[in-house]
């Protein structure tokens, strides 16, 4: 049982001795060119607050009662940060659901490049936040989204922002604002 610990003690002794004294990381590491994906909805400038406050659920069937459509075959230059796409002006006369469904082409020639669709229904982003998407370098690349938001009577505003990382182009586009009661 001695010998053991006397082992022990002697090997850590040893490696400690042999290692010399610890050399501790740099306190900041430098910069290897890639961007930190963050959320969109702390970004300076950002157009909705982060969560809405939870709507009384309905029980039964929901019908579809409206659709509004925006599309656009334009290609357009994006610059970083968020950019308006869309805005319609919804009426309920009961409570509802906004469903939002998108469908957008997004180029970049950059590799780190990162989009996100920000569905915002009176000044809260929908889901909580912007859903971000990777796009890889060259080319159009479809992303899609599908999200819903119960609202209760009354006006309500549904929007479509885009928030780019690095300036990207913005190809064929749709969103479609579906109304359920």
Known sequence: MYRSALLISTA????????????????????????????????????????????????????????????????????????????????????????????????????????????VIDGYFTGGSCFFENIPAGGFHAVTLLTSQSVGSGTHMAEMYLYAIAPAYLGRRQTDYHVYK
């Open 12 to 119: 850590v002794g040893l490696t400690v001795a042999a290692g010399g004294p610890v050399q501790g990381l740099p306190k900041k590491l430098p910069h290897d060119g890639s961007l930190k994906q963050r959320n969109a909805q702390h970004a300076p400038n950002a157009p909705a607050k982060p969560a809405r406050p939870a709507q009384p659920g309905r029980g039964g069937a929901l019908k579809m009662s409206q659709t509004f459509i925006f599309q656009s075959d334009q290609t357009e230059t994006l610059q970083s940060g968020f950019t308006l796409d869309s805005k319609a002006s919804i009426g309920c006369r009961t409570s509802c659901v906004i469903e939002v469904q998108a469908q957008m082409d997004f180029a970049s020639y950059y590799s780190y490049d990162s989009v996100a669709l920000c569905p």
